[in-house]
């Protein structure tokens, strides 16, 4: 391309083709107009390629907006296209020079802009010959080097790099899997230009992946070769103004077509270059430094000297994508460096706030249709209502056939809208005007504290509100019901509304209850069976005190026989009748204490306590089994929120379990250890240790399974009701195998912030 300069610099006019020019222009133009433009600031932009390439275009836009924006004054554009790589000829540089010569030769330009790519050397040096004193503003991407003062001090601007070592950096990032990499360029000046900053860039990377060039293939050849690449390659597209047979071509236009041809993923490196089917790249933006053009031509419109201003080099790049090219090849945007910039990305509603509930749908279609009526054309209007009115009757039916209740409440005026299910709910009829302070009012005394103060804490707080409390009905019964609200902002108009259904969860709440006593019998019949297993060494314990009470009334009475009676005698037998009667009596009251037929109830209790006195009862049973019982508690533990019976009733469970997993072993290895101490957060956790064979493997994820069991007569539900009451209390119970052996069970009560103060 280099050939062609020297050929615009030669004017080879005459004065009597200027003097032609002039007259012509006098004639068309008119004295009036040509005054007009004396007035006015004239700029001449220059592009170097053709005017159908959209890195000009778009250069030539940005360029323009940033002018209008910098400079008050009156300014008359004029643009020239050069199109100099498809158009190299000396001829058609003489008759180009000639032609700017004449026309700029009457009403010569306040200042020219040069968007250019590739060589700025030779433009540099002409255009100040051609404009002779005029201030000239480049910009473009070129590869060469120069010093800013080379061109004159007439010429300032900006000079754009591309980053080809970014760019492969970035597609080992998006594709990890990537083994080649083609790099495809021309035989232009500035193709070679770019080619050879990507070889450099290359020896960076050869001992990750093969780095291929083809610079001197046909467009034919690039087709055939494009569609036949292997797996696990991609390609890079430098810039292809030429290609192999010196045919020239547009070369974002060359990058659409590969985009298209291509069997593997492509990449660019300048944004003209990403169209709909290049994935994307670490890009020159040609917006930016078209934007920066303008500002600096905006500078020496408004009087500062062209003289003083910088010449720019610059090499930043934006990593840029395109959505449908990252989509076709399974790219996800998780891979994306931070900052990139994703276009032609999709936007739905649904996707970015997900589904409303009916409520809220119905109260945004309706605020749309009002929108729509503004909007959409008179004779449409009719049809858009009806159709509006005929959602509206599907939302009311599906609400309806769902008995689901709804309401809306503007903050600002306080009205509230319900539907017919919610009215129905609070027994309200059709008709009435229902306010907040009326739908309070049906709610249960001993419900309504904690729900007002629940929803007068959401709305301060703008936050979602969610509660389950029970309606009070005239016939003293009432109805359980589970309510939901949020606050929804109306842009338009600025009100904030609270959005909610109510759900009657009656049937729920008595199945769940139902449930609950079912497992409270079952327990209690878990307990009874416990107790019955405990029979024989409580009748055992029973039988000490009662024996020893037997015999101390009878030395009583041989003592009152003596002549006098031995009083003191007397008295100490009394008191040993007396500690007996209360030892009997514990028993009695600990036996009675478990086989209590109650509901669940919690309260704050001390677990160590508790389970002391489990170990209490299980004490004689143990000495029976001839098994060693050993308590080992964490001192000071916080209190925890759980029934004492229930809790009593696993504790009681797992140890029995464990002495009758030991009884084939020998008395001196019979052990177990009950530990107490601190669990997750906000949890206690009690274990218990045994020494005996183990469970097997494949039967620790069903131990706690109803009707599960490994032992020859079990019923299998001793653990499951344990499991039950561990999770009705919000813990966890589990088994593990010890490192030597036997096993050991764990279970964790919560601790409430209550109870931790």
Not at 164 to 169: V, Y
Not at 432 to 455: F, K
Not at 660 to 688: Q, S
Request: contains cysteine; charged residues 25%.
């Amino acid at each position: 391309m280099g050939h062609l300069y020297p050929c615009l610099v030669r004017r080879v006019g005459s004065w009597r083709v200027y003097a032609l020019c002039a007259v012509v222009c006098l004639i068309i133009t008119g004295g009036a107009h040509a005054a007009d433009v004396e007035r006015s600031k004239r700029v001449l932009t220059i592009t170097t390629g053709s005017r159908l390439a959209p890195g000009f275009m778009l250069a030539d836009r940005e360029l323009l907006q940033a002018l209008a924006k910098a400079t008050t004054a009156r300014i008359v554009t004029y643009a020239e296209n050069l199109d100099l790589i498809r158009f190299p000829s000396e001829q058609y540089g003489q008759i180009f020079s000639e032609y700017l010569s004449a026309k700029y030769a009457v009403n010569p330009p306040d200042l020219v802009i040069l968007l250019f790519v590739g060589n700025l050397e030779v433009p540099g040096k002409w255009l100040p010959k051609l404009f002779p004193n005029t201030p000239i503003i480049v910009a473009g991407i070129t590869e060469e080097e120069f010093r800013p003062d080379q061109f004159g001090p007439f010429v300032r601007g900006i000079a754009q790099r591309l980053n080809p070592h970014a760019n492969l950096e970035l597609i080992l990032r998006l594709q990890p899997e990537v083994r080649r990499v083609v790099v495809i360029g021309g035989t232009a000046d500035i193709d070679r230009q770019i080619l050879a900053r990507a070889r450099d860039a290359a020896q960076h990377f050869r001992d990750k992946i093969v780095i291929d060039f083809w610079e001197h293939l046909t467009m034919e050849e690039l087709h055939r070769a494009v569609t036949a690449l292997p797996r696990n390659t991609a390609i890079l597209f430098a810039a292809m103004f030429r290609d192999g047979a010196g045919g020239a071509f547009v070369s974002s236009q060359v990058a659409h077509a590969i985009g298209q041809w291509a069997n593997v993923p492509m990449y660019a490196m300048s944004d003209a270059d990403i169209g709909s089917d290049a994935v994307g790249g670490s890009v020159a933006s040609i917006a930016a430094y078209g934007k920066r053009a303008g500002e600096l031509a905006g500078l020496v419109l408004t009087g500062t000297e062209v003289k003083s201003l910088p010449f720019e080099t610059s090499s930043d790049t934006v990593p840029t994508f395109n959505w449908p090219a990252l989509q076709r090849w399974g790219i996800p945007e998780s891979r994306l460096p931070p900052g990139s910039v994703v276009r032609n990305k999709p936007t739905s509603i649904w996707a970015q706030y997900g589904l409303y509930i009916m409520a809220a749908i119905i109260i945004i279609l309706s605020e749309g249709a009002i929108i729509a009526d503004l909007l959409i054309e008179r004779r449409r209007r009719h049809r858009v209502e009806a159709e509006l009115g005929e959602n509206q009757q599907l939302m009311e039916l599906a609400t309806s056939a769902g008995e689901i209740g709804l309401w809306a409440r503007d903050l600002k005026s306080g009205t509230l809208w319900t539907n017919g299910p919610l009215r129905s709910m609070f027994a309200f009829r059709e008709n009435d005007t229902v306010q907040l302070s009326d739908m309070i009012a049906r709610i249960h005394p001993e419900d309504r504290p904690r729900v007002v103060a629940h929803v007068q804490h959401a709305q301060e707080h703008d936050l979602p509100f969610e509660g389950e409390f029970r309606i009070a009905l005239a016939d003293g019964t009432f109805r359980w019901v589970l309510a939901k609200g949020r606050t929804a902002h109306v842009s338009q108009n600025g009100d904030v509304r609270r959005l909610g259904v109510v759900l009657d969860t009656t049937e729920r709440k008595r199945v769940e209850l139902e449930l609950q006593r079912q497992r409270e019998e079952l327990a209690h019949v878990a307990r009874v069976s416990t107790i019955g297993e405990l029979t024989t060494a409580v009748a055992h314990e029973l039988n000490q005190p009662l024996g020893a009470i037997l015999s101390n009334a009878e030395a009583a009475e041989i003592f009152l026989m003596t002549d006098p009676p031995d009083l003191e005698e007397v008295r100490q037998i009394l008191a040993d009748i007396r500690h007996d009667d209360q030892r009997a009596g514990e028993v009695i009251r600990r036996m009675r204490t478990l086989l209590r037929k109650q509901e669940l109830t919690p309260r704050l209790i001390d677990s160590n306590e508790v389970v002391q006195e489990a170990l209490k009862l299980l004490n004689i049973d143990a000495s029976a089994r001839k098994v060693t019982l050993q308590f080992e508690r964490t001192p000071d533990l916080p209190l925890v929120w759980c029934d004492p019976v229930h809790f009593q009733q696993v504790v009681l469970n797992l140890v029995l379990n464990g002495m009758e997993a030991m009884a084939p072993l020998p008395e001196e290895r019979r052990k177990i250890v009950v530990r107490t101490g601190y669990g997750d957060t906000g949890t206690v956790k009690i274990a218990v240790a045994d020494s005996g064979p183990g469970i097997p493997p494949d039967s620790l994820s069903k131990l706690f399974e109803p009707f599960f069991t490994t032992k020859k007569e079990g019923m299998g539900m001793g653990l499951s009701i344990a499991r039950t009451i561990v999770e009705a209390h919000g813990g966890q119970i589990w088994a593990e195998n010890n490192a030597g052996a036997g096993a050991t069970f764990y279970f964790t009560v919560p601790v409430r912030k209550e109870a931790s103060a």
